[in-house]
């Protein structure tokens, strides 16, 4: 198809112009017959099939696994007065018949068909003139992918009844063994070509947060919808908020709505009707927020969506990308916010490891399930850029993999960071050290104790409060402690007890972590003290109420010493030291320079740099 063609077909569709990856698609699968073609949501997947459809002779079968997507779609296509229709359970059999017969008499241009009803189709399809067969969500035809469904497995017999027609799948999320695996079980040639494109969303600005509590976590969702859309009464654009359950979802909506937002809540234990009446409303504008399980949002063609919340993670770096890709459509200013907690390890484990349908999944599937989980987790407690690290996930080369997005929360503070490498190493190993004592025996929270030195029977009559680990971390906060663990977690050092109640244990890499053998490579977390208060300028200033008039003076000095060692060596202060461990100093006092170890933030290497002048400016007070 000439460029010309396609750029008529494009503005017949009602396009003025090509997103990226789009016409390289559509070109590459009208040569080659063949084609893999993985964007985001939003990156405008639809496009690669309709267009063609709209320019070959026949009739294009679109295998997709959503009802709400394929009704969207068909509307839309046929208010551009393109004829198009769908077959699903939804439609009668009467109904069923008389747009079966209509497609074999070609009156359509595109035929939607839901994967169940595949087996079902095959009169249809034996007469149906087809040019091209579109598989979406291809990603579904994967055991190893995260979102399996058996009836995709059928696609491999469709393919076979129709012989002549090229075959485009395409997906929002695959890694590259899960590309593999799709071509293979289509029974596509290994060569067929690979497209991935637009994974980057220079617009989306990824958050993860751990909230103190319930109150913070609310506060935090309700700071983040002020930025986004505004507050209740002049709400502009619109937000999504996924729930793991169906009771979270409920709880949270009515929050939202007795907050006066015009909120609705989504998800399968709600009627068909009820569902129906709900993502109308939001696709409308009629709904400004929706809180839903995972089964929301697929086929939304929603453009100002501006704020997507997970109030817990999703089950994989694909589920997450696919379900906050939903915001900023429109390529406008958009917000990801993931809340993590310390019970979602171990939840998610469970329900990983839960029977499906009386079948138990093999140890196999659940340590790959448990891996990719682990994955998002070490996405949502790392200090790299979550951009990147999803693009290099997925395989996509585009710059921002390289350099960065920018606008991240973890962007925007990884610059703070100043993590001693032989501090944070004693640091991990005095952690995985507690693991050890109590492997097998205790959860993260015990172990938590532990290492803080806590009064606890558990630790008592197992004898734990004797041992040389307890107390070996007591300077630090036990949900700090908690934290660190669950970092250690994500590492691949700590794992957990295959038993409904999930006690922790050391992995063969935590181990020789442990042991020195292999180097320690995290970043701790931040930490957590009370919120700072404001000054008369609004800005945030260091809370002081406890230090005396000499703990004062030491505070200030020490900041003139790390203002002029900073200009000195031409870095930003906080590399120099941090606000927190100036203040430690002017609480400890330390007089030597061991007593320095005892400081937040401060390891040999600090002690080596600026021990002296930490002491002597402390002494002189």
């Not at 009836?151 to 485009?168: F, K, N, V």
């Amino acid at each position: 198809m000439l460029a010309a063609q396609l750029d008529d077909a494009l503005h017949a569709l009602g396009y003025e112009s090509f997103r990226p990856g789009q016409r390289e698609s559509i070109e590459t699968l009208l040569e080659r017959r063949r084609l893999l073609f993985v964007a985001p949501t939003g990156g405008g997947k639809s496009l690669t099939y309709q267009l063609p459809a709209v320019a070959l002779p026949g009739t294009t079968l679109v295998v997709s696994p959503l009802i709400a997507l394929m009704q969207d779609q068909v509307r839309a296509l046929n208010e551009r007065g393109v004829p198009a229709t769908f077959l699903a359970s939804t439609l009668d059999a009467r109904e069923l018949r008389r747009r079966a017969e209509a497609a074999a008499a070609g009156e359509f241009k595109l035929v939607y068909l839901a994967p169940e009803r595949l087996a079902q189709s095959r009169g249809l399809l034996s007469r149906l003139d087809c040019p091209l067969v579109a598989i979406d969500e291809a990603h579904c035809i994967s055991e190893w992918g995260h979102d399996f469904r058996p009836e995709y497995l059928l696609l491999g017999d469709l393919l076979r009844w129709l012989p002549d027609a090229a075959i485009l799948a395409c997906t929002a999320t695959a890694t590259p063994v899960v590309r593999d695996e799709i071509v293979a079980r289509l029974g596509l040639p290994a060569d067929t070509p690979q497209i991935v494109r637009g994974f980057a969303r220079p617009n989306l600005e990824l958050r993860a947060v751990d909230p103190r509590d319930r109150a913070d976590r609310n506060h935090q969702i309700d700071e983040l919808l002020l930025e986004a859309i505004g507050d209740p009464k002049s709400a502009n654009g619109a937000a999504i908020v996924y729930a793991a359950t169906r009771k979270q979802a409920e709880r949270e909506e009515e929050r939202l709505a007795a907050a006066g937002w015009r909120s609705g809540c989504y998800h399968a234990g709600f009627s068909g009707q009820d569902r129906e009446r709900v993502q109308e409303a939001f696709s409308s504008g009629a709904l400004d927020v929706v809180v839903a399980t995972n089964a929301f949002g697929m086929g939304i063609d929603r453009a100002d969506v501006r704020a997507v919340v997970h109030l817990s993670p999703p089950s994989s770096i694909e589920a997450y990308y696919q379900e906050v890709g939903r915001a900023g459509r429109d390529g406008d200013p958009a917000w990801g916010l993931l809340l993590i907690s310390a019970a979602d390890l171990h939840t998610r484990r469970r329900l990983i490891e839960m029977d499906v349908d009386g079948i138990q999944k093999s140890d196999e599937i659940v340590e790959h399930k448990w891996g990719l989980f682990l994955e998002l987790m070490r996405l949502a407690e790392g200090g790299s850029c979550r951009q990147a690290a999803i693009l290099r996930y997925f395989g996509s080369e585009e710059p921002m993999a390289r350099d960065g997005c920018g606008r991240c929360d973890a962007c925007k503070s990884l610059s703070s960071e100043d993590h001693d490498p032989e501090e944070v190493t004693l640091l991990v190993r005095k952690a995985l050290s507690g693991v050890a004592r109590a492997q097998g025996r205790f959860g993260i929270g015990v172990v938590a104790k532990l290492l803080k030195g806590s009064a606890d029977s558990r630790l008592e009559w197992s004898g734990l409060d004797s041992v040389s680990t307890f107390g070996a971390l007591k300077e630090h906060p036990e949900d700090w402690l908690q934290r660190l663990l669950r970092r250690c977690v994500t590492a691949g050092w700590i794992s957990f007890t295959n038993q409904e109640r999930p006690l922790v244990v050391l992995t063969d890499e935590g181990r020789a972590v442990m042991l020195g053998e292999r180097p320690a490579k995290l970043i701790p977390p931040p930490a957590r003290g009370p919120a700072p208060k404001k000054g008369r300028s609004g800005r945030a200033s260091v809370v002081l109420d406890d230090l005396d008039d000499t703990g004062r003076r030491i505070f200030e000095d020490l900041r003139a010493f790390r203002l002029e060692q900073a200009s000195t060596e031409g870095v930003p202060p906080y590399v120099v030291a941090s606000d927190r461990t100036l203040r430690e100093c002017a609480v400890l006092r330390p007089q030597k320079r061991a007593e320095l170890l005892h400081v937040h933030g401060i390891g040999p290497a600090k002690i080596e740099r600026y021990g002296e002048a930490i002491l002597r400016i402390i002494s002189a007070h």
